[in-house]
């Protein structure tokens, strides 16, 4: 290796706070020259792998840096193999109930994840911390604008452009522009209150400019006005929050999983991308309203997986969405058993598509009036007495809540079904 790389690697080790030992400077040398046209990728993944273990001290010794690149080299040579070794990210079905769950703390500014499983059904102060929640996270993002953050030093922004948000409670006796962020209630008829986490304040729009969107009860709004003496806040603006780019957000909050499945490190995603490049031939199915009851229906479904019986490339998935009965579910009727033979007729007519069943996924997801404890989202996934026979056909049939997330290779969908 050139000086010129020794000194590439000592520079960027010091940028990352690390101080390098002679042969942990080997151990690097010697694992950038598998890449000789790209030592600078190669060597930015392993600082990047180096950060996301446990390191006794910012010395870094031959031992360290050796198993961070033993690690990179299994994970490339599993890839080579087979592309989709070790990798269950490139598919997967998060069901809503499994879905993690985080929650804003405002004082270490941090986001924390809810452990342990959440109850179905929640209590009484739970619609209270759905807001709350709600609040919390929109307030985290609008304090990273720097038009809406209190300026550090008297600078020309902070005289021309500073939109500082102050607390409702704040507001008492203030004289002059304000601008606040709340929620829409209405308190009594016929008149509208912002409210936040410290107060409330009845406000009037009727001389407010109202920016694009859909304003209603329980919105959470920017506003700015002033203060009147009848203690009422006169809105001369009325708008959203402003919103900000996934990528921005998940690079400020690195390391947390929001969507579910496994989490990517940097380079499993950059090989997934590549992937995903080269799948060209990746085809979804979505279909709705599968009367499993009506023989049109069927008669029509079957015509479908005909078709893509006979196609070169048969579709990567399924996704077959209710409701499955051309009437509303009712057990006084007898659809329970009804509905149970009716799923395994549909698992008998997938299993004579030999193709279908191999190489496809099929995803089945409960419509408004299916089977099911409630008629609320998120909905339970269809019970298991009614498609069992369905999975004697199809052992890798997915029953998943409405809605669910989806995993395909990098591609992270929501799929959800909901009469309007």
């Known amino acids: 290796m050139s000086g010129k790389i020794r000194a590439k690697v000592h520079n960027k080790c010091k940028m990352r706070g690390y101080t390098l030992k002679v042969d942990a400077l080997k151990e690097i040398l010697s694992y950038l020259s598998n890449y000789p ?122 005289e021309l452009g500073s939109c500082e948000i102050s607390s409702i409670q704040s507001l008492v006796g203030r004289s002059g522009i ?3 962020m709340g929620v829409i209630s209405q308190f009594e008829d016929g008149h509208f209150y912002l409210e936040d986490l410290t107060a409330a304040v009845e406000i009037n729009l009727s001389n ?36 900000e780019d996934r990528e921005k957000s998940t690079s400020l909050f690195s390391g947390l999983n929001y969507f579910g499945g496994d989490l990517l490190s940097k380079e499993d995603h950059l090989k997934l991308v590549e992937k995903e490049s080269m799948a060209v031939n990746e085809m979804f199915v979505i279909l709705s309203d599968i009367w499993l009851d009506h023989e049109e229906t069927m008669a029509k479904l079957g015509t479908v997986l005909d078709g893509y019986e006979n196609v070169e490339v048969v579709p990567s998935l399924f996704v077959l969405m209710g409701n499955f009965c051309s009437r509303r579910f009712d057990l006084a009727f007898n659809s329970l058993s009804s509905l149970k033979s009716n799923f395994a007729k549909l698992g008998k007519m997938i299993g004579n598509h030999p193709r279908l069943k191999e190489h496809s996924r099929f995803l089945f997801i409960p419509g408004p009036d299916d089977a099911g404890p409630s008629t609320v989202l998120p909905r339970c996934a269809l019970p298991k007495y009614i498609t069992e026979e369905l999975r004697k056909h199809i052992p890798d049939a997915i029953f998943a809540s409405n809605p669910c997330r989806y995993i395909c290779i990098s591609f992270l969908l929501v799929i959800a079904l909901h009469a309007i």
């Open 37 to 158: 046209n790209n030592e600078d990728e190669a060597l930015s993944l392993l600082l990047d792998e180096l950060h996301q273990v446990s390191l006794k001290s910012s010395v870094l010794d031959k031992e360290s840096v050796h198993r961070v690149v033993s690690m990179l080299s299994a994970a490339e040579n599993a890839t080579e193999d087979d592309p989709y070794t070790n990798m269950s990210t490139s598919f997967g079905v998060i069901d809503a109930f499994d879905i993690p769950k985080y929650h804003y703390d405002p004082i270490r500014k941090t986001f924390c994840q809810q452990m342990g499983r959440l109850p179905r059904h929640g209590d009484a102060p739970a619609k209270a911390w759905l807001y709350r929640d709600r609040f919390l996270l929109l307030s985290q993002r609008l304090s990273r604008i720097p038009q809406f953050s209190r300026p550090s030093f008297n600078s020309e922004l902070s």
């Open 208 to 243: 407010a400019k109202i920016t694009t969107g859909y304003f209603c009860e329980n919105t959470v709004v920017l506003a700015q006005g002033e203060m009147q003496l009848d203690g009422i806040f006169q809105v001369q603006t009325f708008g959203f929050p402003p919103l």
């Open 178 to 180: 304000s601008w606040v």
